[in-house]
């Protein structure tokens, strides 16, 4: 596309007062921290799954996010099949905060089908970056049939991060467990 339609499109847009920020693809600033650093090794699944299996239809369900940042465990959610959160924060100053609350059975099975979208079960093992001094996530998903990890190095796919942003913004309730 020439460059001055492009920012004549942008321009058009801003005046129609649409942004370009409010473009999907833009991450939401619940996400704004998760910078992305260039890949420098994809590790694939020692033993890769199934991916035709659909995590929507299984009968147990527990969904795990871990994030560390400078090497101390953040976040940890667990969603269970039940549609509980089990929540754990730790702030700058070390303390923690515990709590466990529910979330409406619809966004349990949003979250289920997002991770089928995404083809959750055959992503590789890890995305590693060249450097190794910020954000890391693993994300987990147990069934009855199996344990698939996804370990977030640094290097943040452009393709998962609608699944972060949804737990960001849909899972995590960091005012049940007392955010100030």
Request: hydrophobic share 40%; with cysteine; aromatic share 6%.
């Amino acid at each position: 596309m020439p460059r001055f339609i492009l920012i004549s499109l942008t321009v058009a847009m801003c005046l129609a007062g649409c942004s370009p920020a409010a473009d999907p693809r833009v991450p939401s600033s619940a996400i704004a921290d998760y910078r992305s650093h260039p890949v420098r090794e994809i590790i694939p699944d020692a033993a890769p799954l199934d991916a035709t299996q659909r995590i929507a239809d299984t009968e147990e369900f527990e969904f795990r996010f871990q994030k560390t940042g400078e090497g101390v465990l953040r976040d940890d959610l667990r969603v269970s099949g039940d549609a509980v959160c089990r929540l754990s924060l730790v702030a700058d100053d070390g303390a923690r905060r515990d709590c466990e609350y529910e979330i409406e059975p619809g966004r349990l099975n949003e979250l289920r089908t997002l991770l089928d979208e995404l083809g959750f079960l055959a992503l590789p093992y890890e995305y590693r970056a060249a450097v190794d001094d910020g954000l890391h996530v693993r994300l987990t998903v147990t069934t009855e049939r199996y344990v698939k990890s996804v370990t977030l190095n640094n290097h943040f796919p452009e393709e998962l991060l609608p699944l972060l942003e949804f737990v960001e913004t849909r899972l995590i309730d960091r005012d049940a467990c007392g955010n100030d």
